[in-house]
């Protein structure tokens, strides 16, 4: 029997923030205890510092230079994903759940690398009328056609508050009630995956992108255990997560106090992560899956950077190496294998697609463990949409121009040695854990330089459809802007 694949992305999640990687708040009791019977990496790399060439990178194998679609503007041609590969040679049933955009809504090329793919419903009642399918079939201005229809259906209560919820977001938002906010956390698309996994058949794959640790911090009231009204109000009355701070609008220290916010966000997650495998487990599945939970790329609360002069780590995607964008969790639970294990050699989630492919092959060895060489990363430089909306803050955009390149080795001391080029400056930095690290010299730029050298265009994007007005704005405000 082939092993089920299951991908648990925690959006946003950085290793240092976890206590499974020793972080003060207990933000992960149940990734802490599932790692006893797992493998844990300690050194793992994302690819990238944003969501899109991550997951690219995570479902193809291929670097971001290789990739290169770090833009909405590209899309990635079919036939390159492990995803498709697991359907068209092994006869896998494929899904995605998230409300991240770029995997459900945006046409990059992902949504359609799997059978079925679950998105944001930014509707309260899913099973009524979608007023926004209605004027797309009848065209805009039936409000009353709409009443009527409403009225006939299985949920008329439900399909008239829909029409009703949808008209108050576009027009006053401010005016809806809490009580008919749609749910996009974590434990909504956990139940939609282990609904479609009732129902698959005997081999299934699928990824899980949870996005509760993404801005906006918003914490349910039980896992909120170091957050709180008044940071809620502070996150509130900020305009721009990112650019305020660095445009020198706000005070760094208002950044950093989200970070108690985002702690309780990485609770519920955990939370989440726990429903998740224990049903899976009392189902009589968990052992026969490949099971691998981690981060697409960190958060910044405001750390500096030793790279770039006066720049510091804030929100995610806005170029930069840092370590707190690019150290992220990874623990793996490898189907027939007993006991827990800790790896504390560097990798990348780049090697998503060779884990998978030595599973199939019931291989002994370890890709992620095996000495395969360098381990790289990448962080673009401001796009158009991102620069116009920094321009409205900063004077100065030139220290979040221009891409940076990143080479990590393990070192000889039980450490991690990383080598970051931008622009023209070079710095070699000791990695000790998710907490530790420091620059120890300015050298290094011939190895990141012959590291890229060696990585060619894969040709395996092409020009994209236009994204949806609906779409947009919910890029806008996840501040893809």
Request: charged letters at 25%; proline letters at 6%.
């Amino acid at each position: 029997m082939q092993p089920n694949v299951l991908l648990v992305v925690l959006d946003s999640v950085r290793a240092r923030n976890t206590s499974l990687h020793g972080h003060a708040n207990e933000t992960t009791p149940f990734l802490d205890s599932f790692a006893d019977e797992a493998t844990t990496y300690t050194q793992a790399r994302a690819p990238s510092t944003w969501s899109l060439p991550s997951h690219v990178s995570m479902f193809t194998g291929l670097h971001p230079p290789e990739h290169g679609l770090d833009s909405r503007d590209r899309q990635l041609v079919p036939g390159q994903t492990v995803w498709e590969r697991l359907a068209d040679d092994h006869g896998y049933e494929t899904g995605v759940f998230s409300s991240n955009p770029f995997l459900t809504a945006v046409p990059v090329g992902l949504e359609r690398a799997f059978d079925t793919a679950v998105g944001r419903v930014d509707l309260p009642f899913t099973e009524a009328m979608d007023p926004r399918e209605f004027v797309r079939e009848h065209g805009p201005g039936q409000f009353g056609r709409y009443v009527r229809a409403a009225l006939s259906s299985e949920y008329p209560v439900r399909s008239l508050l829909n029409g009703a919820y949808e008209k108050l977001d576009r027009d006053a938002p401010e005016l809806l009630p809490d009580a008919v906010q749609p749910d996009a956390s974590g434990h909504q698309f956990v139940e939609a995956f282990l609904d479609w996994e009732a129902e698959a058949g005997d081999s299934w794959a699928a990824c899980l992108n949870l996005m509760d640790a993404h801005h906006p911090y918003e914490p349910a009231s039980e896992f909120d255990q170091w957050g709180g009204d008044r940071l809620r109000k502070l996150q509130r009355d900020i305009d721009s997560y990112i650019w305020e701070f660095n445009g020198g609008q706000r005070p760094w220290w208002q950044r950093r106090a989200l970070e108690g916010l985002y702690d309780g966000c990485i609770r519920q997650l955990d939370d989440a992560l726990e429903e998740l495998l224990t049903t899976l487990e009392a189902r009589g599945v968990l052992s026969d899956t490949l099971v691998v939970v981690t981060g697409d790329h960190g958060e910044g609360f405001g750390e500096p950077s030793t790279l770039r002069p006066g720049a510091r780590a804030v929100g995610h995607g806005n170029g930069g190496a840092h370590e707190v964008l690019l150290h992220v969790p990874l623990v793996v639970h490898h189907p027939g294998r007993d006991g827990g294990r800790t790896v504390d050699s560097v990798c990348s989630l780049t090697q998503f697609p060779d884990l998978v492919e030595a599973t199939l092959r019931g291989a002994d060895g370890d890709p992620l463990a095996d000495d395969t060489g360098p381990v790289l990363a990448a962080g673009s430089g401001l796009n158009e949409r991102m620069r116009r909306n920094a321009e409205r803050y900063c004077e100065d955009l030139s220290p979040y121009e221009a891409e940076t390149r990143v080479v990590y080795e393990d070192g000889d001391d039980d450490t991690v040695h990383k080598w970051a080029t931008w622009r023209s400056s070079t710095v070699e930095t000791v990695v000790r854990d998710a907490t530790t690290s420091y620059p120890i010299s300015e050298e290094g730029t011939e190895r990141v330089t012959a590291a890229f050298d060696g990585l060619a265009d894969a040709g395996v994007t092409t020009e994209t459809e236009s994204v949806d007005d609906d779409v947009q704005q919910r890029l806008e405000d996840l501040g893809y802007a």
